[in-house]
């Protein structure tokens, strides 16, 4: 089975991006324990401090799915509306 691919651009409200930022980056070392994860890494738009953006690479997409029903990741999803303008999920195979 392929490993899968993520690429998830999340875009803060301006003015949140100091607690979007905390968030993110407190999620990343849970994420990196989770079963499947190969590679889990947050970056920054240099051109837009408002803008994230995780790569992440998972065994398998039914890893994937579990580690989006993690508490990190719920609590994250359960804050998100009031913090973002925006959030767009790519789920990706390499080719």
């Not at 590679?39 to 953006?53: E, I, K, T």
Request: hydrophobic share 45%; proline share 5%; charged share 25%.
């Amino acid at each position: 089975m392929n490993h899968v691919n993520v690429a998830a651009t999340i875009t803060a409200k301006p003015g949140r991006e100091a607690e979007v930022e905390a968030i993110l980056t407190g999620m990343v070392a849970p994420s990196r324990k989770d079963p499947g994860c190969v590679s889990y890494v947050l970056h920054r738009c240099l051109d837009n401090a408002c803008v994230f953006v995780f790569f992440e690479e998972w065994e398998s997409r039914e890893l994937l799915g579990q580690h989006l029903e993690t508490p990190h990741l719920l609590a994250w999803r359960a804050k998100a509306p009031e913090l973002t303008v925006s959030m767009d999920v790519k789920v990706l195979e390499k080719i």
